[in-house]
């Protein structure tokens, strides 16, 4: 007999429409699940309470799924999640879970159950890939079972909203919880004044630095300086690209140089949300 564990944290997929828009609905997904399950497999399930919009989903709810998982050790795991802060989650869950041998399946939808969209499809995917074992995070979006590592929600409205980009491999995390650091993604861009970076970072214990390209920053020696400050106190900063594929190579442009001078990490090929959970469980 197999056990499966089903962990329903909201998102779209559980909704339905109310009269100021889509609202959760207790017992919708849970139903759904347990009419598609194969003989012989036996379904154990935790859905919270309320359900969350994944706007909600942060360091606090990645404790409790891993909390979850950790409790029932023999199960794959399906988590259902609404699609804003997927990505986020996947790169927590793949990181804290390394060296686990633990299989979970990440499932959303960009259309509730019962309208006719994605969500039936996404959900049979999800069974499918879980059933057949293995070790790992994924998602099951659209018809691809896709590395839930790197993944990036490239469309706001598409079905097929979602990418998942090549990382390197994650070691065994120095912790597999996520603690009380402040940590935050900045993005510079063209002008930023260097008193507001100062600013940010003065309220974080580190951050992920989204810059241009391949790996080149302005040549604002104010700012580089803030940078420089920031390294020199302490604070992690780790910087990943704008672009959404190909990552960082530093040394290709004189124009990065300062970034690296100043004591700021090579992401390489980490997406934001992948840097982010590297900092957090270092």
């Not at 879980?130 to 079905?159: C, I, M, Q, T």
């Amino acid at each position: 007999m197999t056990e499966l564990l089903l962990i329903h944290s909201g998102g779209t997929i559980g909704m339905v429409p109310g009269p100021e828009g889509l609202t959760p609905k207790a017992g919708l997904l849970e139903s759904h699940v347990a009419a598609r399950l194969p003989e012989g497999v036996t379904l154990r399930t935790h859905a919270f309470d309320p359900l969350l919009d994944s706007a909600e989903v942060g360091p606090r709810q990645w404790n409790l799924f891993l909390d979850l998982i950790e409790a029932h050790p023999d199960m794959p795991v399906i988590l259902t999640h609404g699609t804003d802060t997927m990505a986020f989650t996947g790169a927590a869950l793949t990181q804290a879970l390394v060296g686990t041998g633990r299989r979970v399946v990440l499932c959303g939808a960009m259309h509730p159950l019962d309208q006719g969209g994605d969500a039936e499809g996404n959900l049979d995917l999800a069974l499918q890939a879980v059933l057949a074992g293995g070790v790992g995070v994924d998602l099951a979006f659209a018809g691809r079972l896709l590395p839930a590592a790197g993944l990036v929600k490239h469309d706001s409205h598409a079905e097929d909203s979602f990418r998942s980009q090549p990382q390197a491999p994650a070691g065994v995390p120095a912790h597999r919880r996520f603690d009380g650091r402040r940590l935050a993604v900045l993005t510079l861009t063209p002008g930023l004044p260097a008193a507001a970076l100062r600013a940010a970072l003065a309220e974080l214990d580190g951050a992920v630095l989204r810059v241009f390209g391949a790996g080149t920053v302005m040549s604002d020696a104010a700012l580089l300086q803030v940078l420089a400050d920031a390294a020199a106190a302490g604070k992690r900063l780790r910087a990943v690209s704008q672009c959404e594929a190909g990552g960082l190579e530093p040394g290709a442009y004189a124009a990065g140089a300062a970034l690296w001078a100043a004591g700021v990490e090579n992401g390489g090929t980490d997406t934001p949300e992948a840097a982010l959970i590297r900092l957090w469980l270092a």
